[in-house]
């Protein structure tokens, strides 16, 4: 059960249009929020409101239905309630740690259902990633970058999505992954280039 001050309001999630532009002032905020939340949970409310919404979308681009987003939404915030302890500021905003959580929880729920994890996709993205492998737009080569995208592993439909679907920055993807820059960098570069590889075979 949620406590009182982290009940959720009706949201009208839409699928995320790019990553939120954070700034250092805002990182700096969240720190007050997260130490004020660790010496007393009740408020860790303030926080809730504020990456609700964020996370929701976060989650949303990554299910099939806006319940089941919002359900995971819920766990999520738990969860970082409860390991609120263990969170360390590294210079990103809070919501980098939370879509981590997100991404764990979104992990373990189609591993236990054992469905397909669902990739949402619009025309915008599918041109971003044939621009960055080089290949003309065409109805035919739009088919084929769908079929590449049913190979890929969950790591790099990860990358793909934060990266091509979200435009999120290397480093805020390293944060989330909770890995470095330069080894995020190359694991997207190596994922292109499986990409390109599976189409041409096709």
Do not use: C
Request: aromatic content about 8%; cysteine-free; glycine content about 2%.
């Amino acid at each position: 059960m949620v406590p009182d001050t982290m009940q959720a309001t009706t949201l009208e999630i839409t699928p995320m249009q790019g990553t939120l532009q954070e700034t250092t002032a805002a990182t700096n905020a969240d720190d007050h929020l997260v130490l004020a939340a660790k010496a007393d949970r009740k408020h860790f409310g303030a926080l809730y409101t504020k990456y609700h919404d964020p996370v929701a979308r976060f989650v949303y681009q990554r299910t099939s239905a806006k319940d089941e987003a919002l359900d995971i939404t819920q766990q999520v915030f738990m969860q970082a309630m409860i390991a609120l302890d263990k969170y360390e500021s590294r210079g990103f905003p809070f919501s980098s740690w939370l879509y981590r959580i997100a991404l764990n929880e979104i992990n373990s729920r189609y591993r236990k259902t054992k469905n397909q994890r669902v990739i949402n996709i619009d025309e915008t993205s599918i041109q971003s990633v044939m621009a960055e492998i080089n290949e003309p737009v065409s109805e035919e080569k739009e088919e084929l970058l769908m079929v590449a995208m049913q190979e890929l592993d969950e790591d790099e439909v990860q990358l793909l999505e934060m990266r091509f679907f979200e435009k999120r920055p290397f480093k805020e993807i390293a944060e989330i992954k909770d890995s470095n820059e330069s080894a995020v960098k190359m694991k997207v570069y190596r994922l292109l280039e499986k990409m390109k590889g599976i189409m041409e075979k096709k």
